[in-house]
Each structure stands twice: as C-alpha cells, then as structure tokens.
C-alpha cells in the first residue's frame, strides 16, 4: 500500500519565522507530488505541483522541493504570516492519476 | 477559465435516508473526477473516480455510490445513511494526462 507521512502533524510559530513542513512517501515511482492549502471547513486550494522530472517549483514565498530518490518533498514558507495559518497537505499522484493524501500539518502562525 | 460548483454545503440526514451530492465543472471537457471524504483525524479518503461518462472506480467498499451521467457531472449517492457516513465530500477534478488536481469547496455531511 502507497502511503504519504507528514511530519509534523501541528506547527506554531512566531509571525517572520521561515518553517520547512515536511512529507514523504513509500514509493518514489511517483507521476508528480501536489501540495495543497486547506481552511478549516473549506475544500483544498492547489499551491504548489511538481511534475515527477523536476526538483522544485516556486510561488511567492513558496518553494516545493521534490527528491524521489529519498521519497521526500518539503514545503518551504518564507517569511511567514498568520494568513499563513492554515492545514497544509501534500498529495503524490499516480500514474493512474489518482492522488493518494497525506494526513496534513496544521499550521499556526502567531502574531 | 475552469470552474468546481459543489453543493450543498452543508447537510444533515436521518440515518436511513437518502443522499444526493452534486458536482459540476465548468469550463473543460471530459475532465477525471475525483470524490473524497475527509473523517475527522483522518486524511483525505478516495471514495470513487471516473476517467469518463459512465466509468466509474471504487475505492473502498462502503454505504455509497457515485454516477456519472454526463461529461462534467459527478453524482455522490446513498440508498440509507449510516451514521458512519457523516463527515466532509470534496469533489474534485484534473485534466487528463495532468493530474494537478482542483478541489470544491465541500459538503459537511452530518448524519444523526
């Protein structure tokens, strides 16, 4: 079974402070990764797709890494602010173009 | 520009009862469509997708079903809701040959 961990499940931090949310995946025979954003009781906002040929792609202060060798992607904030505060999800999609979740890491930004 | 109407937002049922959950996407054509279902302290779970009219793949069994019955129409069903149906459907869709997927903005399901 195809499975995505993402560590940590919960982050605070303080208002400025730069965070690396981290998410890996048992295989890396991926077709690409997404990243996602998630209000509560919203749907998902699409961030960040990394195509499984590339290494990183960026958004403002976003910047998604992809390492399938290691079978990790991370999500770099910069400069983060409490708009930032939100659940955010990675995604690995397959060649069946399903997409296969992880569980999240809500993020805290305080003021 | 691609647009995911999903509705409604919220509802609550009687265990027993039917249930019907429409999505729609505007704007593209014979797009893959995806429904989830998001337990609390759970992740996101793939209930159904369908790659065409009429083709559609569970991926769990369960108390639901999904139709399809037109290119970008994509139907959550149930006959009797179960208690253990309540939770969060999010419908989604991408192109085909892409994958980047997009999300409505879900449906709280709340059966009592």
């Known amino acids: 079974k195809q499975e995505v961990t993402q560590i940590p499940a919960a982050l605070s931090v303080p208002e400025g402070e730069n965070l690396v949310l981290n998410c890996s995946f048992t295989?890396?025979?991926?077709?690409?990764l997404q990243w996602f954003r998630q209000d509560p009781g919203k749907g998902l906002t699409s961030l960040l797709l990394?195509?499984?040929?590339?290494r990183e792609q960026t958004s403002g202060r976003l910047n998604a890494s992809l390492d399938k060798s290691s079978g990790r992607s991370t999500l770099y904030i910069a400069a983060s602010q409490p708009g930032d505060s939100a659940t955010y999800l990675c995604?690995?999609?397959?060649?069946?173009?399903?997409?296969?979740f992880g569980k999240g890491t809500k993020l805290t930004v305080n003021p | 520009s691609q647009t995911i109407h999903q509705w409604p937002a919220t509802l609550v049922q009687p265990v027993g009862s039917p249930l019907s959950l429409e999505c729609t996407v505007e704007?593209?054509?014979?797009?893959?469509l995806y429904w989830y279902r998001q337990a609390a302290g759970r992740g996101l779970q793939l209930l159904f997708y369908?790659?065409?009219?009429?083709?559609i793949s569970s991926e769990v069994p369960q108390n639901l079903s999904a139709s399809r019955p037109q290119d970008r129409q994509f139907i959550l069903s149930s006959k009797k809701l179960l208690l253990s149906d309540s939770g969060f459907y999010l419908c989604?869709?991408?192109?085909?040959?892409?994958?980047?997927?997009?999300f409505g903005q879900g449906t709280r399901l709340t059966v009592v």
């Open positions: 995604a690995r999609c397959e060649p069946s173009e399903k997409l296969v």
């Open positions: 989604a869709w991408s192109v085909v040959g892409n994958t980047e997927a997009f």
């Open positions: 295989d890396s025979a991926i077709y690409n």
């Open positions: 369908s790659v065409g009219i009429g083709q």
């Open positions: 990394i195509q499984s040929s590339q």
């Open positions: 704007g593209t054509s014979n797009p893959n």
